[in-house]
């Protein structure tokens, strides 16, 4: 009896290195990205509240509120915003080729157009902006980037009983 207990503790001697070797390769997972959980320090808010609190974008934050992206602009990480100040909005009511001298009377396509122009699908810093273009990273070689603008953001809405009477 004490011979075969003999055997199989040996051949069990023999696997422990095997083991060691095997339980380094092997080490347990535990995840250490933490920002799952919580944001930077240094992220601020969200574009919205960044906006309210400078106090100088009122049309910028008119324009976010009547096209219904204040959701969007309260959710930090979802797009990156180049927002015009007051003074510049100023600027264009007093001389733009549309002819507009008010916010008031901007159209909608024409509100449109003027938001998601400067606006681009996902958060950027300054520092990596110019760093992926379609996926592909080329450090310091991107100039352009593709606007959340769309062709039928200029579409003007005309209603039913404004269509000229045609015969089909």
Known sequence: MKSSFTRVRHRLLRFIPLMLVLSTLFPACEDTYFYDDKEP?????????????????????????????????KLT????????????????????????????????SQKKMLFKYGMINNAYLSTTIVNFYNGIYNENMVM????????????PYVPGDKLPALDY
């Open 144 to 155: 352009r980037r593709q606007t959340a603008l769309d062709v039928y953001d200029s579409l």
């Open 41 to 73: 320090d240094w992220l601020g808010d969200n574009i919205y509240a960044y906006l309210e609190d400078k106090g100088c974008f009122t049309y910028t934050l008119r324009l976010i509120n009547e096209l219904e992206y204040d959701d969007v602009m």
């Open 77 to 108: 990480g979802s797009v990156t915003l180049f927002a015009a100040p007051d003074s510049a909005w100023d600027t264009f009511f007093a001389n733009n080729a549309w002819g507009v001298s008010r916010f008031d009377d901007l159209t909608l």
